[in-house]
């Protein structure tokens, strides 16, 4: 489950951006300051930060700065009602990684904020292990002992997502959008034939089993691993 930090100083912007977030099954802290979302920081995982600009005391360009001076790295997505070319600039200078203006469309801010996940998924995780498995980001293989498995790149992606997330359900569609892309012209019919696959590939491997929950999609399981 991703923790999204929600920091914006109008009470109904926040609430409405609580409520877009969990729809999608992410969870979403809330804060009304820059001063209260370094201390929900210093005391929580954070996967990625939206914060507005203007608000009062510290503004959102300088809470992004300080966080990119103290060497956080989560994905940063500003949104403001400025929306001149020189704002932008700016915000992009202290190290934001994307930006909306407001009014914000809910949709575009949804979208916007999977492809920011992924794209740190991508450049943040490049290898994980499984017992004596390792999943080699890079090379897209699945090594053990002396085997070596090359696969194609949405099977290793499909595999990779699964079991960076032990015994947590992804639907289809959420498998889909984040392997895929929500933009995808396949239907979630193709997350079952790639599951299918895996499940053949590596039969004969105890360490792990993809598992189907009827009537919602997913999960991998380790079996007496850490």
Do not use: C
């Not at 992009?92 to 794209?119: C, H, N, Q, S, W």
């Not at 002396?146 to 992606?157: G, V």
């Not at 889909?176 to 396949?186: A, K, L």
């Amino acid at each position: 489950m991703f923790h999204i930090l929600v920091v914006e100083d109008d009470a109904s912007t926040r609430k409405l951006m609580e409520a877009v977030l969990r729809a999608e099954q992410y969870t979403p802290l809330l804060a009304e300051n820059a001063q209260q979302a370094l201390d929900i920081i210093a005391r929580q995982h954070i996967d990625l930060m939206i914060t507005d600009i203007m608000m009062p005391g510290m503004d959102g360009y300088t809470l992004t700065e300080e966080l990119r001076k103290a060497n956080y790295t989560f994905p940063i997505l500003m949104v403001t009602a400025k929306e001149t070319i020189r704002d932008k600039r700016r915000g992009f200078i202290v190290g934001t990684d994307d930006y909306m203006v407001k009014p914000v469309d809910e949709e575009e801010m949804i979208l916007r904020v999977k492809a920011l996940l992924r794209r740190a998924q991508i450049v943040n995780e490049r290898k994980l292990s499984i017992g004596s498995i390792t999943l080699h980001y890079d090379a897209m293989m699945v090594s053990r002992e002396s085997e070596r498995i090359t696969l194609p790149q949405k099977e290793f992606l499909l595999l990779y997502k699964l079991l960076s997330y032990p015994d947590v359900i992804f639907t289809r569609l959420q498998l889909m959008d984040e392997i895929w892309g929500y933009d995808s012209q396949t239907d979630d019919h193709t997350v079952s034939v790639h599951v299918g696959r895996l499940r053949e590939r590596f039969a004969g491997w105890p360490e792990f089993d993809i598992v189907t929950v009827r009537g919602l999609g997913y999960k991998a399981v380790r079996n007496g691993t850490i």
